[in-house]
């Protein structure tokens, strides 16, 4: 499986706190069958101001101890972008970590307030889309405007935004109603992958190999490689390893 969504990098948001836990986290993803994994760090400006010159060292030093801990999990690195007012700034300055491509458009893991959905974020979205840029909203299934009504994942789609729903929520490591909401998604065709969100190995961990057990036993073994392999494969466009 390839997992696009892993806050494994030591130190710089709120995952991993030291290597030791990286590479823990490292280990269990290997073990739940996980041959690729991209890490995003949080983008969340005053929370954790990361960027590409934050990232880059922390992700090199990480790859390193990969290669020297033989732990055979391929990594690359973006982000996951907080809704903000500057997206539209950082996409024209190219100073936006893409995590691959969708269709025609480079694509961005952007994350909204789990409290609510902001007043314009659908501009936001139909503005990234004009400038050739896909919206991937992750975790849907956590937002509390969602959450009171069903109908707010429609609207965010009708924008131009994608889905990625979160492994464990299908297994319920949330609410019951975050679990309904990924089903039902899964139901409606409107995720576009699943990844772990994994913070650590316990509170956090990766549920990537008991989630697409669940997704085989609701839908069965092609859509469960299309959400946790074949997508994300062709959103990271790395045809080399498997
Ligand atoms: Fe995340």
């Not at 969504?5 to 069958?33: F, K, N, T, W």
């Not at 999990?73 to 903000?84: D, G, M, N, P």
């Not at 065709?189 to 990844?195: E, K, Q």
Request: proline content about 5%; hydrophobic content about 45%.
């Amino acid at each position: 499986m390839i997992d696009l969504h892993s806050h494994i990098l030591p130190g710089i948001d709120d995952g991993a706190r030291s290597m030791q836990q990286s590479l823990e986290m490292a280990r269990q993803a290997v073990v739940a069958g996980v041959t690729h994994m991209v890490c995003t760090p949080h983008i969340h400006p005053n929370y954790f101001d990361n960027s590409y010159e934050t990232i880059n060292p922390v992700f090199n030093e990480f790859r390193l101890a990969l290669a020297t801990n033989k732990i055979p999990l391929s990594v690359t690195f973006a982000a996951e972008i907080r809704l903000s007012a500057d997206i539209p700034v950082w996409i024209k300055q190219q100073q936006i970590l893409y995590i691959g491509h969708y269709q025609s458009r480079q694509a961005v893991m952007l994350e909204l307030p789990h409290s609510h959905i902001p007043a314009g974020t659908d501009n936001l979205i139909k503005w990234m889309i004009a400038n050739k840029v896909q919206p991937i909203v992750v975790h849907p299934e956590r937002n509390r405007d969602i959450w009171k009504d069903y109908s707010k994942i429609m609207f965010l789609r009708r924008a131009g935004a994608i889905f990625q729903v979160t492994a464990g929520a299908f297994i319920g490591r949330f609410s019951e109603v975050a679990q309904q909401i990924a089903e039902r998604m899964l139901d409606e065709s409107l995720i576009s992958f699943v990844a772990s969100d994994t913070h650590d190995i316990e509170r956090r961990p990766n549920d990537m190999l008991l989630c697409k057990k669940r997704l085989i036993e609701l839908k069965g073994e092609n859509v469960a490689d299309e959400l946790t392999l074949l997508t994300p494969k062709e959103i990271t466009q790395l045809m080399e390893w498997h």
